[in-house]
């Protein structure tokens, strides 16, 4: 009776805790149904119990494709915001050079709004307090109206620069000035998220195709900037060539390669002598001279022949000239016809024959003996040596056997070769091959030795799968939008298009880093150079395809540059960058060598590098040369920064006379800083 007491008093209780089972329903037959809210309560728990079931197998069906739909959405957001980030930085980055505006690396909108302001007029104090005096006001207007008449009857006269700018009036309304140009220069990755909307953009006029002045934060602004940049122009044009009082940089030429044959005997010694005999009137500072390794160990391995070098030396020092030296570990000649050819040592050649995997491959297979694989740097391949022992002792032999000149003085700097032209790249861009500008080159990583490399690195990273090259990265002259890795959101930024392309550089970083030590050891108390190629075709492109095979990670979302100055930096060498300048053809290959050389010329010097330059072949007349004098010491760098040397290099001979003696003299005397531009030769 107490029980069935219970259950009258409460009939839920049961049902809301725990619903009898069956064996409790045969001892209790006398419990009553459920009835009115109990009743209800049951029917709704049974109903969410059917649904749980049904909605635990449906989820489970849709999970997989919901976790991929997030994943793909991510990517795609992150290469939304890394594209909106290369085209805020190439704003921020043009106003600095073009603009001359003093933004710090990490701008916000504050900093952009503040340098707007300066520009225009204004004065604007560390708390933002921003103000106009009006004696300074009316003054500045009435010198912009000056300087603007001014500049309209002296255009024709003076030419104003032709730069590519977005605040140049070349071609353009004053007005639509700052669209007219694209932004050639690097991204700087150093910019925080926060600065990636600092960049102020006057609205367009929905009716007409001018900018509407009301929609700026500072009216006015855009068009004081452009009178401004107008002044300077006209300035600069009017002086342009005038290097009178400016840093001192010594001048070396390059000597012929063909100097020494393959006996390492000198040629001709009397037509030396008249070569840089024409070279101390110039007032050129010293020579260049490549020490080729095909040449001094050319027949049996640990057998040096220095015997024409010696020669060399010892009339180069009748000229009181310094000489640097180039330690050349690759091959030269095979691309020009009627020049000597300079193999590799006949010895690593027959080595080859065995196993052609010492050579760099590309993806059908075929063997580029321009120089030696980096995976044989530390393989005992070459009779029992490792390829970085090779180098080695081929540079403690030549410091050894000159110790003499180099307690006089007289070799100055080494130069170590780290690549195909002596240049730290890969062979990717090889005429032997098939290669022609502007092709995109090919990745050079299917030997032996290499694809070993790749695969530990994709078993470290987890995904062993990854142990391969691009199988949609074209052909040597492909162009980046024909293949699917270099184009445009192309596999090049993809989960595993990252990690290849990183592998692929940290090998020539690695390559670099090896070398380097133990040139260090060889050369100790000497200055220690290495060439940094100018590969400046498709840089204006989002993947930038050509430098991504040569080594150099370097798309418009990256910089890949700083971990190999970094390296260079631990050495204390002295970067050398070939200089190239723009050509017609450029425009197709969306070319920038201005570009390019801003962002490296820039990044080494703030690395705290010593910076070095060389002409490319392709500018080595007086035009091209005056180019690369604004590049090598830049008129509007505020800390005055500017080359430690030049070298100059032209495709033949001086006596040849391929240049004008008195163009390369005005070269000459314009980098060393004695010479103005009315004293023409």
Known sequence: MNTIENIDENPNQELLTQPPTQTQNQTQSHSRR????????????????????????????????????????????????????????????????????????????????????????????????????????????????????????????????SVESPLSVKNCSVKASVECQPSVLRIDESLSPASFDSVVIPERDSRGGEFNASTSPINNSVECLEADQLIQDVRAGEHEDDFTGTPYIPVYVMLANHVINNFCQLVDPELIRQEISHMKALNVDGVIVNCWWGIVEGWNPQKYAWSGYRELFNIIREFNLKVQVVMAFHEYGA???????????????????????????????????????????????????????????????????????????????????????????????????????????????????????????????????????????GQYNSLPHETGFFCERGDYDSYYGRFFLNWYAQT?????????????????????????????????????????????YNPSNQDGYAPVFEVLKKHSVTMKFVCAVPSLQ?????????????????????????????????????????????MAKPRNDPDRRHFSFFMYQQPSSLLQGTICFSDLGYVIKCMHGDIAGDLLP
């Open 34 to 161: 459920p009835r009115g809210f109990a009743a209800t309560a049951a029917a709704a728990a049974a109903a969410a119990a059917a649904n749980n079931n049904s909605n635990s197998n449906n989820n489970n069906a849709s999970s997989g494709k919901g976790k991929k739909e997030r994943e793909k959405e991510k990517e795609r957001t992150k290469l939304r915001e890394r594209h909106r980030r290369a085209i805020t930085s190439r704003m921020l980055a043009g106003l600095r050079q073009y603009g001359n505006f003093p933004l710090p690396a990490r701008a916000d909108m504050n900093d952009v709004l503040a340098a707007l302001a300066r520009e225009a007029g204004w004065t604007v104090e560390p708390d933002g307090t921003t103000y106009r005096l009006s004696n300074q006001s009316q003054s500045h207007h009435h010198l912009h109206q000056q300087m603007a008449a001014a500049a309209a009857t002296t255009t024709a006269a003076f030419p104003v620069r």
């Open 335 to 473: 691309n020009d016809s009627g020049d000597a050819w300079i193999s590799l040592p006949q010895w690593v050649m027959e080595i080859g024959k065995g196993n052609q995997d010492i050579f760099f491959t590309d993806r059908e297979g075929r063997r580029n003996t321009e120089c030696l694989s980096w995976g044989v740097d530390k393989e005992r391949v070459l009779n029992g040596r490792t390829g970085i022992e090779v180098y080695f002792d081929f540079m403690r032999s030549f410091r050894t056997e000159f110790d003499d000149l180099f307690v006089a003085g007289l070799i100055c700097a080494v130069e170590i070769g780290l690549g195909p032209s002596g240049e730290l790249k890969y062979p990717s861009l090889s005429e032997r091959m098939g290669w022609r500008y502007p092709g995109i080159g090919e990745f050079q990583c299917y030997d032996r030795y290499l694809q070993q490399s790749l695969r530990k690195a994709a078993k470290l990273r987890g995904h062993s799968f990854w142990a391969r090259g691009p199988d949609n990265a």
């Open 508 to 552: 020539l970083i690695d390559h670099a880093d090896n070398v380097l030590s133990l040139a260090s050891l060889a050369f100790e108390e000497t200055k220690i150079i290495v060439k940094v190629p100018g590969v400046y075709w498709w840089y204006k492109t989002a993947s930038h395809a050509a430098e991504l095979t040569a080594g150099y």
């Open 586 to 630: 450029d425009q197709e290959a969306l070319a920038d060598p201005e570009g390019l050389s801003w962002q490296v010329l820039n990044l080494a010097w703030d690395r705290g590098l010593a910076v070095a330059g060389e002409n490319a072949l392709s500018c080595y007349d007086r035009e091209g040369c005056m180019r690369v004098v604004e």
